[in-house]
């Protein structure tokens, strides 16, 4: 089943008093998926926020959400999105039921059955009725996210959600924004410069380092052991014909030629039958190693050490 994005960067840059901020960047985001943009503070995570949501123009290149362009079509590009900017903003001295319900009243389409099922969604049942100024940090994100899904978005964008959360109240916003991606096949983008909450958090991440995208990362690691697949290094004299090996086998693999050999992808059989077929190849093996790199390990790999700030 062919996944189609739900917003699409292409090659977009920020220049500000000829200062590149962001720079030539470009991916795509799927219904259902948590993605992650991860780096140190000052990378340009919120730089690329603000313009994905038009708070801020776009030098070069264009964002499209469902194919409408951040730049010529604002109305119809905004119209799918619920956004949380750095801290939600609310009513202090209003419930937070009111809260919704005000909101609600700009927003069409928005009733009385879809508030209470948000409330639901956030877990805030027992203290919507009470005066926000009395919630906690993790309360008032939580009302917070509820405000931005209550008009049902196709894509949700939280920018640095977790911080000033206790453990628990990361936690929290972390299961709902996964139960939210699956249960309402919402895209969520979510930045952060935590590298474990992303790991635990998200599908992909895209590592941002300078203002460019050093790379994007899966992080469905456990979806890869429950389906038996690896990630294996083979060290070998020569990989001249490991594209010929593998299309002998009718194995439609990406691999990576490295320093000293290959990368690839197998399930457990094939690490036994590929190193078979090589050996019968003439090409020496010298080496074979399963490879179980985190997230922590490529974000250093990607930025070269820089510090997480």
């Known amino acids: 089943m062919k996944r189609i994005p739900v917003l699409k960067v292409n090659n977009v ?3 500000i008093h000829n200062k590149t901020i962001v720079e030539n960047l470009s ?25 994905i949501v038009g708070l801020m123009g776009i030098t070069e290149g264009d964002i499209m959400i469902h194919d409408f362009s951040i730049k010529t079509q604002f109305e119809q590009a905004v119209r799918g999105i619920g ?16 809260n919704l319900v005000h909101f609600a009243r700009m927003t069409p389409g928005v009733d009385q059955e879809r508030i209470d099922e948000v409330v639901s969604l956030v877990r805030l049942e027992n203290r919507i009725h009470d005066p926000v100024k009395t919630y906690s940090l993790g309360m008032r994100q939580r009302l917070g996210l509820a405000q931005a899904i209550l008009h049902r978005p196709s894509l949700l964008i939280l920018d640095e959600p977790t911080n000033g959360l206790d453990p628990a109240g990361i936690r929290e916003l972390r299961d709902y924004l996964r139960e939210l991606a699956k249960k309402e096949n919402v895209a969520v983008l979510v930045s952060s410069h935590l590298l474990s909450e992303m790991e635990l958090m998200c599908d992909r991440v895209g590592i941002i380092r300078q203002g460019k995208l050093a790379g994007i990362r899966s992080v469905g690691k456990l979806e890869n052991q429950k389906a038996g697949m690896f990630k294996v290094h083979f060290e070998v004299d020569s990989v001249e014909k ?11 693999k990406e691999w990576a030629q490295v320093p000293g050999g290959f990368e690839i992808e197998l399930k457990r059989e094939q690490i036994a039958e590929l190193n078979a077929r090589m050996t019968e190849a003439g090409i020496k093996v010298y080496g074979i190693r399963t490879m179980d790199q985190s997230l922590e390990d490529k974000y250093l790999e990607m930025t070269e050490g820089d510090e997480i700030a």
């Open 13 to 15: 840059t920020k220049k």
């Open 27 to 51: 991916f795509k985001v799927y219904a259902g998926e948590v993605f992650g943009l991860l780096g140190p503070n000052g990378a340009g995570k919120t730089t690329l926020i603000r313009m």
């Open 83 to 98: 956004a949380v900017v750095e801290n939600p903003e609310l009513y202090q001295f209003m419930s937070g039921y009111k």
């Open 242 to 252: 490991i594209p010929e090996l593998l299309k002998k086998k009718s194995w439609n």
